[in-house]
Each structure stands twice: as structure tokens, then as C-alpha cells.
């Protein structure tokens, strides 16, 4: 069926950067949406970016745009996420999912529209 492993979580302080990694086995995601989540304590999780794939078109919640850029390389079955200029705000789990279905022409934003899912990866930024 297909698993989904991030990676590159850590503490970092303020302003820092991080690159996640999510990186299929199993199966190709090449032809799906995929796209980043976070979940921060006592909150519900929440869109952060998604990828297309055709040919790669981007989208991103207002709170990170400007910061975080989202890649694939299909070639490596993996995606990327890079965070610049963390901000406290930004610590959460972070979990990489996959749309339900291939070819899908819109990007969703609610998690319901995504049918595989990471183990996620602790992001944790410091003031």
C-alpha cells in the first residue's frame, strides 16, 4: 500500500532553518498531491504547503508563505520541505500525506482529502 517516512525534525532556535524530508516505500507517489501538515499541541492539525504533479504547482497557508518551499523529486520518491526564519509559532509535528487518489487537479487543504500519512517528525523551534 504504500508508507510515508519524514524525516529532518529537530529544536532549533528562532530565525534557524530546517529542510524535512518525506520519502515513499513501497509505491510512487509521483502522479498524487502531496503535502505538509502540522499538528501543535492542543491544536487541530492544520495545512502548511502542498506540490501538484503536474507539472509542479505550489500552495501555501498565509502563516508560512514567504518561508517555507515546498519540492519533489520524483526520481528520489521523496518531498521536500524547507523552513527558513522559524518562529516559535512554527513547533509542531510535522506529517507529510498524500493525496487519496491519483491526478487529482485540485489541492486540497483538509486532511480528509489525504488517504496516506506519515509517523510525522517533531519540529521544535526556541525563542
Known amino acids: 500500500q504504500g508508507q510515508l517516512v519524514e524525516s529532518g525534525g529537530g529544536l532549533v532556535q528562532a530565525g534557524a532553518s530546517l529542510r524535512l524530508s518525506c520519502t515513499a516505500f513501497?509505491?510512487?507517489?509521483?502522479?498524487?498531491?502531496m503535502s505538509w501538515f502540522r499538528q501543535a499541541p492542543g491544536k487541530e492539525r492544520e495545512f502548511v504547503a502542498a506540490?501538484?504533479?503536474?507539472?509542479?504547482?505550489?500552495y501555501y497557508a498565509d502563516s508560512v508563505k514567504g518561508r517555507f518551499t515546498i519540492s519533489r523529486d520524483n526520481a528520489k520518491n521523496t518531498v521536500y520541505l524547507q523552513m527558513n526564519s522559524l518562529i516559535p509559532e512554527d513547533t509542531a509535528v510535522y506529517y507529510c500525506?498524500?493525496?487519496?487518489?491519483?491526478?487529482?487537479?485540485?489541492?486540497?487543504?483538509?486532511?480528509?482529502?489525504?488517504?496516506?500519512w506519515g509517523q510525522g517528525t517533531q519540529v521544535t523551534v526556541s525563542s
Open positions: 500525506a498524500a493525496a487519496s487518489r491519483p491526478f487529482e487537479r485540485s489541492i486540497a487543504v483538509t486532511s480528509d482529502q489525504y488517504g496516506y
Open positions: 513501497g509505491r510512487t507517489f509521483s502522479n498524487y498531491v
Open positions: 506540490i501538484s504533479w503536474y507539472p509542479s504547482t505550489t
